[in-house]
């Protein structure tokens, strides 16, 4: 089962839209604007909340936690590496391989079969990723990792181009 993230560019909070293969939405996932902290809440085509992420704050590497409705399901934190961003999944027994950078990752289970495989469409505008679903089972729980984890990639790339922002003044 194949999914597809789809950023809206022109909005002034994060907004995204997924759909399935043959472009039929499945979910929307919308940003709280005045908050402390990113927020996302994921909605089925209903209008039910389905996943809601938060941003833990005041750690030193970035942290989000899971929830679907009010129980917590997982959060994922960024590890502390030299060279390449490693995340860690708590709460559930997968782990994610591949190249972050180029949005080119695998979360795999503890049997070591792959959950969901994760590519970024460069050419396009916004940001766009397919989404390789071996078990519809898992889609909503891997579409909260996939999420969580390109929320810290924003806020990384985000704060690296505030702090270049404020050294070149």
Do not use: C
Request: no cysteine; aromatic share 16%; net charge negative.
């Amino acid at each position: 089962m194949k999914l597809f993230i789809k950023q809206k560019v022109f909005s002034l909070k994060d907004k995204f839209s997924v759909t399935d293969e043959l472009g039929n939405p499945v979910y929307n996932v919308e940003g709280e604007f005045w908050t402390i902290g990113k927020k996302f809440h994921v909605y089925d085509t209903a209008g039910n909340e389905v996943l809601f992420l938060k941003q833990k704050l005041w750690t030193l590497f970035p942290r989000f936690y899971v929830y679907q409705g009010e129980k917590y399901l997982f959060e994922i934190h960024q590890l502390f590496s030299w060279f390449k961003p490693k995340y860690e999944i708590v709460g559930l027994d997968w782990k994610i391989e591949g190249s972050f950078w180029e949005h080119d990752y695998n979360i795999i289970d503890a049997k070591g079969f792959s959950v969901v495989s994760v590519h970024k469409k460069w050419m396009s505008w916004g940001d766009s990723y397919e989404l390789d679903l071996s078990d519809s089972a898992d889609t909503l729980t891997a579409l909260g990792a996939v999420l969580a984890i390109d929320a810290v990639l924003a806020s990384q790339a985000a704060a690296a181009s505030s702090a270049s922002v404020s050294s070149g003044s």
